[in-house]
């Protein structure tokens, strides 16, 4: 069945420094992937997404390359800020299976000043 | 445009007590969706709806009911609450086209601020 693997947390940074957060999936079709930020007592919300094969996801100095080849969606920052302190979700929508989204474990990371 | 809202944001249930987490979203999606995170965890699927009259189970569904009368609203029936339903639950919706193709604007989940219930 589908799934998806995330890298363990929590995952502590200094300010400015380079973020990855290592994504991989299983998925028997074509799947649409995505990342989602939960902020400390909130929902979570989508930060990007990519929905075929060599795509990238931009947002908010946040990236993601849709890498069918290794089956990989990593989540690149530059420079991170403390207001990135969050916990980040990867995720995978199947069409050809069925209809539900399927979330990673997530992700905690903590940028200190 | 409120999005996803969902109430109430905290409860305390005894055990054996029953209630309905209320969940409404005005941006005409017709899919929804009931997770709940437990802490440290990510989140699972409780239950879903492609439409308006149409449920179905996620991963774990035992000890909730769910209806969808209306587009607008999604409510999850917790009936005999337990220790073990002590947990975050968030509704989500989404706007879901036919076919296989995922089009720009479409499938992404939009989700409430989440409800804190804790069983004793």
């Known amino acids: 069945g589908n799934s998806v693997t995330q890298m363990e947390g929590p995952v502590t940074l200094s300010e400015e420094a380079f973020l990855t957060i290592n994504c991989t999936y299983t998925?028997?079709?074509?799947?649409?992937l995505f990342w989602y930020v939960q902020y400390p007592g909130e929902g979570l919300q989508l930060l990007l997404k990519?929905?075929?094969?060599?795509d990238k996801g931009s947002n908010k100095g946040f990236e993601a390359t849709y890498r069918k080849e290794t089956t990989s969606f990593h989540l690149e920052k530059g420079s991170v800020q403390v207001s990135d302190s969050a916990v980040y979700f990867c995720?995978?929508?199947?069409?050809?299976?069925?209809?539900?989204?399927?979330f990673g474990p997530g992700t905690s990371l903590s940028v200190i000043p | 445009n409120a999005g996803v809202t969902q109430t109430p944001k905290f409860r305390i249930l005894k055990i054996g007590q029953s209630m309905t987490l209320q969940c409404a979203q005005d941006?005409?999606?017709?899919?929804m969706y009931w997770y709940r995170q437990d802490p440290g965890m990510g989140l699972k699927l409780i239950y879903y709806?492609?439409?308006?009259?149409?449920?179905d189970k996620g991963e774990v569904p035992n000890g909730y009911n769910v209806s969808r009368s209306t587009t607008e609203d999604f409510p999850l029936r917790l009936e005999l609450a337990a220790p073990s339903q002590t947990s975050v639950y968030f509704c989500?919706?989404?706007?879901?086209?036919?076919?296989?193709?995922?089009?720009?604007?479409?499938?992404?989940?939009?989700f409430g601020p989440g409800t804190r219930l804790t069983v004793l």
């Open positions: 995720a995978l929508s199947d069409r050809t299976s069925y209809d539900k989204v399927i």
């Open positions: 941006m005409n999606h017709n899919y």
């Open positions: 998925a028997t079709g074509y799947p649409s």
């Open positions: 990519a929905t075929k094969a060599d």
């Open positions: 989500a919706s989404s706007q879901r086209l036919p076919g296989l193709v995922a089009y720009v604007g479409t499938d992404t989940q939009y």
């Open positions: 709806s492609v439409g308006a009259g149409i449920t």
